[in-house]
């Protein structure tokens, strides 16, 4: 068994076809001049040309989820009495995420040190986070607005993806990173890869070389945000023109934010965890009509700082964004973090 | 050059006012970015191209003081809704209008150069030729023009208080709901069908709301709020369906057509579609157009004793 | 929550087609439920009682009523809540008769639809809050629209109670329908004599200010509050100079005037004072016949006035009045004539209505109360009445019975008779009402002492035959076909709301029936109330009813507004708008669409502009509720949350 | 179980509680025989009723909805029934548009008086509703978005 594979494009249908058999396969397809993770089925077309408009974040960590129902039964002899039925969601399938981007699974890694390397493990994302294998294809050009070498990551970063696969020529190079990623690579379609290695690592760094560089270094940042956190007048300017929407976080592969809202009618209900956004006024709306995030800026300066600051701070220096480029790409008003980050950076 | 006549209006202007928004350049060559300044040297970073495309007149309601604006045709019926319906004081703000035929939409070039990225943006005559890695690519601007622009009346804008350049006038036809009209050829399942897939894509980013320049509410807008508890956080077809409506029903009889709803939606949903079919029906039943005239009254805010283009319903 | 629901029987209205057992049953496993019970009548003071102490014993914070309409028995039960300490709000009524057991035939779905209500009430209650009402100072001066006998009654009575009221009559007298008639069944007594005390009392009263030949021009305001717009019409006579000496109307030039008063029996002048009793005596000008409004030349009335009251250049005049309360007495009409073209009714003059002959009959009539018929002035001798003509006809909108045709035409038959004893009268009839006292024994008098011959049955058809009226119809008791040669043929026309009924309810804020008439609130328990707070009904404004039902009533208004201003106060209904200021961004939307302009803006200490609704005025509508983007301003009582909750418990289990 | 399955469908009204509440009850007190499908909300004006109403119960599931109010000129507001009239015209002209059918949702008026219109409108209502049928909603996509 070689270390590394090669399937041709032709095979790649048969491919999703044999691991739909055993998984549910999620893999970009075209909705309109949208690509999104759908769940894949055979005939689809797939679009591997662009990173999704969405990233598959919400095939571990959904839009919205029901994390139990409840049932209050009554008793029939005493209306007075009622007992509270629980059933827990948390069967989960064996998954595939199939055409991820490399910024993509260094979303759920970022995700992994808050819901899964804690005491207290988020059970619903380590039940789908367990079952998921990744099938990551490292980009062949960068996309509008990514800057994923500046915050130490590339075009082929493999941390995050349990199996790599490089686009070359009329095939696909695939590298196993992972267990689950060699479990994938046991079918028979592949042929030997190790012929395609040098030519794969080539490819990565001419990408490579191609992404943009906002900023040269990132030492520093993290404090200098925290010495700005007061100046008001920085983040004002800088958010001026920001329209506090939640486009850049909910198509952020490592925002990972909730909000937990419970719906009942009659007896029976369900609590729904959902995603929510930091820049959104309810975001931090406190019971007493307080909120201590008012403004736009005060919000877009948690974003900010929560990336490139808070979160490094917490977590041995890793920084919380992936360099996608999505939510300057997608920005209704083109707001650009890294050119925050740059601006703060000289502050 | 126009450019310099535009930069000219706003440093006449600057003195008068806290802030001016404007345009700048933005990440790539392909996007612009709203740009506030506040003191002359920031002029010289003022752009104007087709690609200027975002209504600017949004942020006017939530600023403070004396706010500057650089404001086309489409933008300025924004400046017409705010009067009719009180939300500006008009003398704060110094509307710099400028003329404009038609604008691009980023969407429509991103399509049409397979999404790939930028180099290098230019303009020649009714093209935009823009340079990607494998080389130039020449588009005729009415190719990749948002659909309002197809149909606009007002390539000067109807408010402002000076303008940069000479006024000039429409060379387009009326609007006459075309693609309304044969949107509504489609059978009820088909038109059902269509909606619940675009409307599956929906995140609930509330971009298209933050954007819109009639969206007074924003944060306290009822898509989100617990008091009153219109909709719930669930992410399903029927909730994203009803927020469409509270945005597009909030909006009858007030929306300007400006289309930014549309223009910023990540997940290219044709928002802007429901708000055109209800202009339609308004236009129909009270010959009215929001944002044209300051005096009128949004008509789902009025009424006549007789209705003349109402009649009763049979069962 | 604790909800308590008590489902009533009402006897067999509700238990006949619902099964209430099952209902209580099901009422029980509702979520926040503690107790539902069933009762036979729980209106009852037993059933009440019930409530109480099932609000204590089983610590209940909400309860719902399943039972009648809440139109009905709310003010009720939210009495009886009270009682126990709990806030009123916190009761919900479901409507399990009226909209379920007296309307669905199917058992099973009926007891279904029940539960449905119940559910809905249940989920409605659990979103209540507590609200209390505020005081306000009432202004103690009553309106009283209307001069006829009914309105000058509660003008009276109010007065008399120590009130001050302001009586607007449109007509240049007071005195109504009543004034017009000769005598006044079954007492036979002259109808001005026992009417033109009262008129003088009316006119002499220091309460009563009275606006004759006037009329309501607009209405604001509530119950204890109005503001009322009275428009004065241009009589053209000045009169606080107008002695009512009549110099005038004896030297008017115009002389083919239209005789309102006599309803057009003969003409009158163009100035005129319509009848000798008229209170106030005061002369006016009708400028459509007259000759200085139509050829700008004429001014023979300004010569001959000895007081130099006459001014053609009046203009209406608006006075505003504030009152605390309205009584409507604005009286019938009458259908024309011509709306009855099978009896000949607009085409030939000797056929006549039951009101122009009272006119002919009248002393002080026209034809100073010689009987003559309009073509010839001839004495008739064969006389035809006709009863229900337009009444009781749904052909012509007209389903219901015109109330005291019947009476009057006994009364008419008899007077023909004293006029002219060789007279012969006949009167054709559907069936005689005459249940009130002494009514029975009149029309019986009026057959077997006076001889006027009763056919029961309907006229076919009434012609012309030389000097004649041939009068064709079929005796139905007999089953043969009638003809008679009639000299003058009476029709009993029909009694129809007034012309402008509709738009003064309008104005009001009442409700009308399909016919015009006034709709009161509840058609055996509050018959003079309407369902606008502050707002009465006397006389047949409200559907045709004869004198004593009219005084009574008029009467009976005047209690009501006595009752209710006899505190200084007035509760608020706390069912009204209320701003969420964390949430309002001031758009103004709510202050342009409120009916009331009960909105205004307010400037918080942080400079925000909100909208801010002003207590008394909200009536509680909630279309500011609805015209609201983000709901902060909500109909208390009504609140989004509270209808929503009902959406979603109909829809979404 | 809000309707009985088979026999009934899901028909919300929204009625003022001054013409059209009342006309409900009158038909009732004239013991005026109506299908049974229709469960009453009651509001005070019929210009309390947002339209977002109407959608929200098509949405979640009612099969027909009927706004009644006040005939123009009687509203107990005076301009309540004026502003629904031109509100749920809107509503009801965009429904097709989202491929709801528009007989789903009718708006009339009705007065106190007139039980014998209420029982007509109510039997025509739910039997139009009946001949369109229940509105099926779809089941519900969750995954990945």
């Known amino acids: ?347 | 050059m126009f450019i310099e006549k535009l930069k000219e209006a706003v440093r006449k202007i600057l003195p008068e006012v806290d802030v001016v928004i404007g345009y700048r350049q933005g990440f790539d060559p392909l996007h612009a970015t709203p740009y506030f300044l506040d003191k002359p040297e920031q002029v010289d970073q003022l752009i104007w191209n087709p690609l200027c495309v975002q209504n600017l007149c949004s942020y006017i309601p939530f600023l403070k003081g004396k706010v500057g604006v650089i404001v086309k045709g489409c933008d300025s019926r924004a400046i017409v809704q705010y009067m009719q319906e009180k939300l500006i004081t008009r003398e704060n703000i110094k509307v710099i209008g400028v003329p404009c035929l038609r604008v691009i939409s980023v969407k429509k070039v991103m399509a049409a150069i397979n999404q790939q990225t930028v180099q290098e943006v230019t303009f020649e005559g009714d093209n935009i030729i823009v340079k990607i890695p494998e080389g130039p690519k020449t588009i005729p601007s009415a190719d990749v023009a948002p659909r309002k622009c197809a149909t606009c009346q007002l390539a000067t804008p109807l408010q402002y208080d000076v303008l940069a350049g000479e006024a000039i006038q429409s060379n387009k036809p009326q609007d006459t709901f075309e693609e309304t009209k044969e949107f509504e050829k489609l059978s009820l399942e088909e038109r059902r069908a269509y909606w619940e897939k675009e409307f599956d894509r929906c995140i609930r980013c509330y971009a298209c709301r933050n954007a819109c320049p009639m969206c007074i509410c924003q944060d306290k807008c009822i898509a989100e709020s617990r008091d009153p508890h219109w909709t719930s956080q669930r992410a399903n077809v029927t909730e994203k369906a009803m927020f469409h409506m509270i945005h597009g029903l909030h909006l009858a009889g007030r929306c300007i057509s400006c289309e930014e709803c549309e223009r910023v939606c990540p997940m290219d949903i044709p928002v802007a579609k429901i708000k055109k079919k209800i202009s339609m029906d308004l236009k129909e039943l009270f010959g009215y157009e929001a944002g044209m005239n300051p005096d009128d009254t949004p008509p789902m805010y009025t009424f006549k004793v007789e209705e003349a283009t109402i009649e009763e319903h049979e069962i | 929550m604790r909800v308590g629901v008590f489902i009533c029987h009402c006897g067999n209205n509700i238990a006949g087609t619902v099964e209430v057992a099952k209902v209580a049953e099901a009422a029980r496993m509702m979520p926040g439920v503690a107790f539902a019970t069933t009762y036979m009548y729980t209106c009852s003071e037993p059933g009440q009682e019930e409530i109480k102490e099932a609000i204590k014993r089983e610590k209940l914070d909400r309860v719902v009523v399943a039972a009648c309409s809440p139109r009905m028995h709310e003010v009720t039960f939210r009495r009886t809540v009270e009682k126990t300490g709990l806030n009123r709000y916190f009761f919900e009524m479901a409507n399990i008769r009226e909209h379920c057991s007296w309307i669905g035939e199917d058992k099973e779905l009926n007891t279904n639809k029940a539960i449905e209500a119940i559910k809905l009430a249940v989920e409605k209650a659990k979103q209540n809050k507590p609200l209390f009402p505020a005081k306000f100072k009432i202004n103690k001066r009553v309106l009283v629209i209307g001069g006829g006998v009914a309105g000058m009654q509660a003008a009276l009575d109010c007065a008399d109670g120590g009130l001050d009221v302001v009586l607007v009559e449109k007509s240049p007298s007071v005195g109504g329908m009543m004034a017009r008639l000769d005598k006044t069944f079954p007492t036979v007594d002259c109808s001005i004599c026992i009417l033109g005390p009262k008129m003088v009392d009316v006119s002499q009263h220091e309460k009563i200010n009275l606006y004759a030949y006037s009329e309501i021009e607009e209405i604001k305001g509530y119950v204890g509050n109005y503001q009322i717009k009275i428009r004065k019409k241009a009589t053209y006579v000045d009169w606080s100079k107008c002695t009512g000496c009549g110099a005038c109307i004896e030297k008017c030039p115009s002389r083919n005037a239209f005789d309102y008063f006599n309803f057009g029996v003969a003409p009158a002048r163009a100035i005129n004072i319509p009848f000798p009793q008229a209170i106030p005596k005061k002369a006016k000008i009708d400028a459509q016949f007259c000759r200085q409004f139509i050829k700008g030349k004429c001014g023979v009335c300004a010569k001959f006035c000895p007081v130099g009251a006459i001014n053609y250049e009046m203009k209406d005049e608006i006075v505003t009045e504030d009152v605390g309360a309205i009584i409507v007495a604005s009286g019938y009409g009458l259908i024309d004539l011509d709306k009855l073209p099978e009896y000949g009714g607009g085409r030939y003059p000797d056929v006549i209505s039951g009101i122009q002959y009272e006119r002919i009959l009248n002393a002080s009539g026209p034809t100073s109360g010689h009987i003559e018929r309009p073509s010839d002035h001839a004495e008739p001798k064969t006389i035809v009445f006709v009863s229900c003509a337009g009444s009781r006809d749904k052909s012509i909108g007209i389903p219901y019975c015109s109330n005291f045709c019947c009476m009057y035409i006994a009364k008419q038959a008899i007077l023909t008779k004293d006029h002219i004893p060789d007279s012969r009268s006949y009167v054709f009839y559907m069936d005689i009402r005459s249940p009130g006292k002494g009514y029975d024994e009149f029309t019986r008098r009026a057959q077997e002492e006076y001889g006027v011959q009763y056919i029961r049955g309907r006229v076919s058809r009434i012609y012309p035959k030389g000097k004649k009226m041939i009068v064709k119809g079929a005796d139905t008791l007999l089953g043969t076909q009638v003809e008679i040669e009639a000299d003058l043929v009476v029709l009993a026309t029909a009694v129809t709301a007034t012309t402008d009924a509709r738009t003064l309810a309008e104005k009001l804020h009442i409700s009308y029936d399909p016919h015009g008439f006034y709709v009161e609130s509840h058609p055996k328990l509050r018959p003079v109330e309407t369902n606008t707070s502050g707002v009465f009904l006397a006389g047949a404004c409200q559907g045709p009813k004869d004198i004593p039902a009219s005084v009574g009533q008029g009467s009976a208004a005047a209690a009501k507004v006595l009752s209710i201003f006899s505190k200084d106060t007035l509760e608020s209904d706390p069912q009204i708008a209320r701003v969420n200021t964390n949430i309002c961004v001031g758009c103004r939307k709510c202050i342009g669409t409120c009916p009331f302009g009960a909105i205004e803006e307010q400037q918080l200490r942080d400079g925000r502009i909100i909208a801010n609704v002003i207590e008394t005025v909200c009536a509680g509508c909630g279309i500011c509720n609805s015209t609201c983007p983000c709901g902060a301003i909500q109909l208390q009582h009504f609140t989004d949350n509270q209808l929503l909750a009902e959406v979603n418990a109909l829809c979404l289990t | 179980m809000s309707y009985l399955a088979g026999k009934e469908l899901r028909i919300v009204g929204f009625l003022c509680n001054w013409c059209s509440y009342g006309g409900a009850d009158t038909a009732g007190v004239g013991r005026f025989k109506q299908p049974t499908d229709l469960r009453i909300i009651r509001v005070p004006c019929s210009g309390r009723v947002n339209p977002l109403f109407v959608v929200k119960a098509l949405l979640n599931g009612a099969d027909g909805v009927l706004v009644s109010g006040c005939h123009p000129r009687d509203c107990h507001y005076s301009d309540g029934n004026f502003y629904a009239r031109r509100r749920l015209e809107m509503l009801k002209r965009l429904l097709p548009f989202l491929g709801i059918d528009e007989r789903r949702f009718h708006y009339t008026w009705v007065s106190a008086s007139e039980g014998a219109r209420w029982k007509n409108v109510v039997t025509d209502f739910t039997k139009a509703i009946h001949e369109l049928g229940p509105f099926h909603q779809k089941e519900e996509k969750t995954e990945c978005s």
């Open chain 1, 1 to 347: 068994m070689a270390d590394t594979g090669f399937l041709p494009k032709e095979n790649l249908p048969a491919l999703l076809e044999a691991l739909s058999k055993k998984f549910a396969v999620f893999a970009p397809v075209l909705d309109g001049e949208v690509v999104l993770f759908k769940r894949f089925a055979p005939g689809a077309t797939l679009c591997l040309t662009r990173p999704a408009n969405l990233p598959p974040k919400g095939i571990i960590f959904p839009q919205s989820e029901t994390l139990f129902n409840f049932n209050f039964k009554k008793d029939p002899e005493d209306p007075k009495k009622t007992s509270l039925e629980l059933k827990e969601n948390l069967d989960f399938v064996p998954t595939i995420i199939f055409g991820s981007r490399p910024c993509d699974a260094q979303g759920f890694r970022i995700y992994d040190r808050v819901y899964l390397e804690t005491d207290t493990a988020d059970p619903y994302y380590k039940g789908r986070r367990e079952k998921t294998t990744i099938i990551t294809l490292a980009c062949n050009a960068p996309s509008p607005g990514c800057f994923c070498t500046s915050v130490g990551r590339g075009p082929a970063e493999s941390d995050g993806s349990d199996l790599m696969m490089t686009e070359l020529g009329k095939g696909y190079f695939f590298e196993p990173m992972t267990e689950k990623g060699k479990e994938i690579f046991k079918d028979s379609l592949f042929e030997d890869g190790s012929a395609y290695k040098e030519q794969a690592q080539k490819a990565h760094e001419r990408v490579s070389a191609l992404v943009k560089k906002p900023f040269a270094i990132l030492e520093g940042t993290p404090e200098k945000l925290l010495s700005l956190f007061e100046n008001s007048q920085f983040w004002e300017g800088e958010t001026a023109k920001c329209i506090s929407c939640g486009a850049c976080t909910y198509l952020c592969p490592t925002c990972y934010c909730f909000n937990i809202t419970d719906e009942q009618v009659g007896n029976s209900g369900e609590r729904i965890r959902s995603w929510d956004a930091c820049m959104f006024f309810h975001f931090t709306l406190e019971a007493s009509s307080h909120n201590p995030r008012q403004n736009k800026h005060q919000r877009l300066k948690n974003r900010v700082g929560h990336k490139f600051s808070y979160y490094p701070k917490k977590y041995q220096g890793v920084i919380a964004c992936c360099g996608c480029g999505r939510c300057i790409r997608y920005c209704p008003m083109s707001v650009d973090i890294s050119e925050i980050v740059a601006h703060a950076q000289g502050a």
